[in-house]
């Protein structure tokens, strides 16, 4: 399984960015698939979580109503859309799949290589 996630950047507080998660190896029905981020010096946190084959979703209260999870099925790709964004956001953002799929990074047997996000106040 490989997961490459991109689509980070800089951008100014309240600016918009959207994150790519392409998956491949094998068939995710099943999966969950979730965005983790983690900020310097802080531990890697859940962010997002969607479910592959009827796309219930889950946020973290920190991003909840700005941040929305996403999948596209044809393409094996899920997506962060994460507008009005804040400094605080600023972190290495890491895509995820597992069947558990829980908020927790231990939920989740496969990981991307993270896609940097840098908001300027």
């Known amino acids: 399984v490989q997961l490459q996630a991109s689509g980070g950047g800089l951008v100014q507080a309240g600016g918009s960015l959207r994150l790519s998660c392409e998956a491949s190896?094998?068939?995710?029905?099943?999966?969950?698939m979730g965005w983790f981020r983690q900020a310097p010096g802080n531990e890697r946190v859940f962010v997002a979580r969607i479910t592959w084959r009827y796309a219930i979703t889950n946020y973290a209260d920190a991003v909840k109503g700005r941040f929305t999870i996403s999948r596209d099925t044809a393409k094996n790709t899920v997506y962060l859309q994460m507008n009005s964004l804040k400094p605080e956001d600023t972190a290495v953002y890491y895509c995820a799949a597992g069947t558990i799929g829980g908020v927790r990074g231990q939920d989740y047997a496969y990981w991307g290589q993270g896609t940097l996000v840098t908001v300027s106040s």
């Open positions: 190896g094998r068939t995710f029905s099943g999966y969950i």
